[in-house]
């Protein structure tokens, strides 16, 4: 039998994981809480689009300190590199916003789901994932 050929039902997020893959997904790394909370594509997604952001920051970095030692040698020719600068942390920031529109879906969830819980009777669950 393939392990990967049926998909298992998600479990509901307490209240508890909900707030942890928040935190993950606003102070850690866009898209990381939203991949654990289970929501794949917008994850991906926003992991990526953060990526990016952080690759463009790095190349604008890289370009500068060339520019410095080339200035320092006596044969640079400095251009301005700030516009790869500012795209990449625009870039970023638009991942974190992205997440942080998944967040607030995340934490929703799971207070809807521990409203759930305690409307059938069952008292709520405190894993913290």
């Not at 974190?96 to 009777?121: F, M, Q």
């Amino acid at each position: 039998m393939n392990p990967f050929s049926r998909r298992r039902p998600r479990k509901p997020l307490s209240p508890a994981s909900a707030r942890n893959y928040a935190l993950l997904n606003q102070l850690a790394t866009p898209g990381l809480g939203s991949l654990l909370a289970g929501r794949l594509l917008a994850g991906l997604g926003q992991l990526a689009v953060a990526v990016l952001g952080f690759a463009m920051v790095l190349a604008w970095f890289v370009t500068v300190i060339i520019q410095f030692y080339s200035l320092i040698s006596g044969n640079g020719n400095p251009r301005s590199v700030a516009w790869l600068g500012l795209a990449g942390f625009g870039v970023f920031a638009l991942a974190w916003c992205w997440a942080l529109v998944s967040t607030i879906g995340i934490l929703r969830e799971g207070r809807r789901n521990e409203a759930a819980e305690l409307d059938a009777g069952r008292p709520p669950r405190m894993d913290s994932a």
